[in-house]
């Protein structure tokens, strides 16, 4: 259900990078002339949203044709209606319909054979498009990103990327364009250090063009992010990982966030496997996210058992509005059963008891705060050659 018009420029440029891509890939074969083991893997992904929806519009109304309920509560109609005295009240109404197209093309690859032994390079582009749609979509004002895009050279124990990088552990996904170096001295120790220029956090642009509007209350919008991680693993099948990671303005104004965290794993209670996590923000001084779960496999009847308690709070960067308040946090117990039918099937059902800390707000325009809840949900997989979890 795509709306008709004329076609953009990056409606062509979704269609020729996948087309491109796919002729790349089918001709990665390497003939005896060229470098010995060259070579080219990737994937496209082609992706397209239509979505319909209502806007919604401040309008105003005579105080005359405002009705007022039993309860006090003034309405236009269906409309709800704020009078402050005057003889115009104001209201949020609908308008028509309108339809907005999302076309989105990924392309990631992996090129090795590049002339240096252990040198390879990897990247994941995006090209987007809202094929001239009646609002915007989200995100599709940006026509191109570059997710991805590093060279990496590995020897023996030692692994070095360089380029847009990006790091994925408990403190969350983060975007850098910088330097990351790997070192695995024995067996049952690996290190990391990284660093460089820190992305907007989710978007993989640089933070200079994010706040490009604030300009008046940053003086200098980069900032450099540093961390560190180290993997111990005591015995075969335990593992205790230790991160460290921070952000600062590049001007050493002020900084974005400092903060800490722990993964665990063990096996020493077999066939129970143990999870455990938890995060420290130096800031607030304070527990962000932890978990603690044990996975208990029923190989006799093709069952996972997973039960968990977990603690959730809220994080924002410091520079935001938030870091002058403190979010709730909940705490939370959930069950969650699979059941493998055969390999490439499998269905699960979960069940979770939730309650919020106080918000000190003890009501809002919708009435009192929940301080509890409870979450149930369910699912099927079907994945053809997947493994069994047994």
């Known amino acids: 259900m795509i709306t008709s018009g004329p076609v953009g420029r990056t409606s062509r440029a979704l269609l020729a990078l996948s087309s491109l891509a796919v002729a790349g890939f089918a001709g990665a074969t390497v003939t005896p002339s060229q470098l010995e083991a060259q070579g080219v893997r990737g994937t496209v992904e082609l992706l397209g949203r239509y979505v319909e929806m209502r806007p919604l519009i401040q309008d105003t109304v005579s105080r005359s044709l405002v009705e007022e309920s039993e309860n006090g509560n003034l309405f236009y109609g269906d409309y709800p209606v704020y009078c402050s005295g005057g003889e115009k009240c104001d209201y949020w109404r609908s308008q028509g319909v309108q339809g907005a197209t999302a076309l989105t093309a990924d392309l990631t690859f992996t090129a090795w054979g590049l002339g240096i032994t252990g040198l390879s390079a990897t990247a994941t582009l995006r090209v987007r498009d809202n094929n001239d749609s009646e609002f915007l979509w989200p995100r599709t004002d940006d026509s191109f990103d570059a997710m991805l895009a590093y060279l990496q050279y590995v020897n023996g124990g030692v ?36 660093g460089g220029r820190s992305l907007a956090r989710g978007l993989y642009d640089p933070r200079n063009e994010i706040l490009s509007g604030l300009e008046n209350f940053h003086t200098d919008q980069d900032a450099d992010l540093f961390g560190a991680f180290a993997e111990f693993e005591p015995q075969p099948g335990s593992t205790i990982s230790l991160r460290y990671q921070r952000e600062i303005w590049r001007d050493r104004s002020a900084l974005l966030s400092e903060r800490a965290s722990v993964d665990a794993r ?10 455990a996590s938890a995060d420290w923000d130096f800031a607030f001084a304070t527990v962000g996210k932890a978990h603690l779960t044990a996975q208990v496999p029923i190989r006799s009847a093709g069952l996972l058992i997973e039960a968990t308690a977990r603690r959730y709070r809220p994080y924002f960067e410091l520079w935001t509005i938030w870091g002058y308040f403190s979010p709730a946090a909940y705490h939370e117990g959930e069950l969650r059963v699979t059941w493998s039918l055969v390999d490439d099937l499998s269905v699960h059902g979960l069940a979770g008891y939730r309650t919020y800390a106080d918000a000190y707000a003890s009501s809002t325009p919708w009435g009192e705060l929940e301080t509890d809840a409870r979450r149930f949900g369910g699912g099927l997989t079907w994945a053809r050659g997947c493994i069994s979890p047994f």
């Open 159 to 194: 692994r070095v990327r360089a380029g847009r990088l990006r790091t994925l552990s408990g403190l969350g996904f983060s975007g850098y364009d910088g330097l990351s170096a790997w070192w695995e001295p024995t067996r049952w120790l690996r290190v990391e250090g990284y």
């Open 266 to 275: 063990t096996m020493a209670l077999h066939p129970v496997v143990l999870l």
